[in-house]
């Protein structure tokens, strides 16, 4: 998952996105649940490049939780969650 993240295009958001995947995935300990904004979710699935299968499962959940995401724009800290547990992914 962070090469996966490393060669995704430059967007905005970017930093965060590498930054909490690798607090997320650090060795030696289990995986965790990753929560991004909304709006660099959206950024980050449109532009993710699926390298492997692990890299492939984790987009489609990413999608599938920014889809199932409430619809009320209204609150400002709207986000999607994806567990890294279930997704396979492991840090390299």
Do not use: C, Q, Y
Request: glycine content about 4%; aromatic content about 4%; hydrophobic content about 45%.
């Amino acid at each position: 998952m962070k090469e996966a993240v490393d060669l995704t295009p430059h967007f905005d958001g970017r930093p965060e996105v590498r930054d909490t995947l690798r607090a997320s995935l650090r060795p030696g300990r289990a995986p965790r649940a990753v929560t991004f904004d909304l709006e660099i979710a959206e950024r980050f699935a449109a532009r993710l490049v699926s390298l492997d299968l692990p890299t492939a499962l984790a987009k489609v959940r990413l999608l599938n939780a920014i889809r199932n995401a409430p619809d009320a724009p209204a609150a400002p800290t709207e986000t999607a969650t994806v567990d890294a547990a279930e997704t396979g992914t492991r840090a390299a």
